[in-house]
């Protein structure tokens, strides 16, 4: 079904030049969903990665469907390994006319035990990554007239959490920056959006203690953990014509866990 839709009257790559999407992190859980659907919608996609071997591996799976993904090695906290990528990208498969910040970690801890280094580890790969990847992409959109770029927030910096001073300080960022960047370049038919998601079945959430993973669950209206293709289903809105209006927004995708 997928597959068909390359050859899809919907799709918006037909007939013209195959447009380049840039997914950071693309190889994590909401990762790999974006990185397929956008895939499948005919974009050539390119993602970062920081684990080589994690990163082959997960390149074949994408060959074996049949997609085909150009991975880069990269550590987006790094302004300048950053901007060496996407020179790099630039060169190989043209301008990107996508970009999808979705690189992101935690470190939990309640804020009385956390140590510089998980506040930092967090900020620079969750919120110095927006600067380092779209501050080199953004001139090149603005030269194409056109640009997409879709900041996976969360739903942690929206409501806070108990042991994520950090990562809701970056998420929240994020979305502050979405709203400053959405006003500079609204009239330069470039949007700039923030998803929210609420609680994914990622390694990430698994990752958080099962007994307190419960109680998350719990207060979950739809009493259930999200699926990342219902995360990749709001970025592939996002990319379409149809989304054209929409920019400086904020989509939750939560299960309804929180609503403003
Ligand atoms: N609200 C209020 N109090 C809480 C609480 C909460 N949500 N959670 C725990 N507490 C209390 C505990 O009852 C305990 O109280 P007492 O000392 O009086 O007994 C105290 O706080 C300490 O709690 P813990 O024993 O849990 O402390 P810890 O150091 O062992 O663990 C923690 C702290 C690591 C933050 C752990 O609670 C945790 O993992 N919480 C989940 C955090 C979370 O939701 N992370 C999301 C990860 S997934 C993600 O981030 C993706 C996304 O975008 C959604």
Excluded at 125 to 139: E, K
Aim: hydrophobic share 40%; net charge negative.
């Amino acid at each position: 079904m997928e597959q068909a839709v390359k050859q899809d009257t919907q799709n918006p790559q037909a007939g013209t030049a195959q447009k380049v999407a840039l997914v950071t992190g693309g190889t994590g859980g909401i990762g790999t969903a974006i990185c397929e659907k956008l895939a499948n919608l005919g974009y050539k996609v390119t993602t970062t990665y920081r684990n080589e071997e994690k990163a082959k591996a997960w390149q074949k799976e994408m060959n074996d469907k049949g997609l085909d993904v150009a991975i880069y090695k990269c550590d987006v906290a790094d302004h300048e390994d950053s901007e060496r990528v996407v020179k790099q990208i630039a060169e190989e498969f043209g301008p990107v006319s996508v970009l999808v910040n979705n690189a992101g970690i935690t470190r939990d801890s309640t804020f009385r035990k956390m140590t510089h280094e998980q506040w930092r580890d967090v900020i620079s790969c969750d919120l110095d990554s927006v600067f380092n990847v779209t501050r080199p992409i953004i001139d090149a959109m603005l030269e194409q007239g056109h640009g997409r770029v879709i900041n996976i927030s969360s739903i942690n910096g929206q409501k806070g959490q108990f042991g994520q001073a950090n990562y809701s300080a970056a998420k929240a960022g994020m979305h502050g920056f979405t709203k400053a960047l959405a006003q500079e370049v609204a009239r330069k038919g470039i949007t700039v959006n923030t998803i929210s998601p609420g609680y994914i079945a990622t390694e990430m959430v698994m990752a958080v203690p099962e007994e307190v993973r419960g109680k998350i669950i719990a207060q979950i209206p739809m009493g259930r953990l999200g699926k990342p293709e219902e995360i990749a289903h709001v970025v592939a809105f996002l990319v379409s014509d149809g989304a054209s209006f929409i920019t400086g927004a904020n989509i939750a995708a939560n299960g309804g866990h929180y609503m403003e």
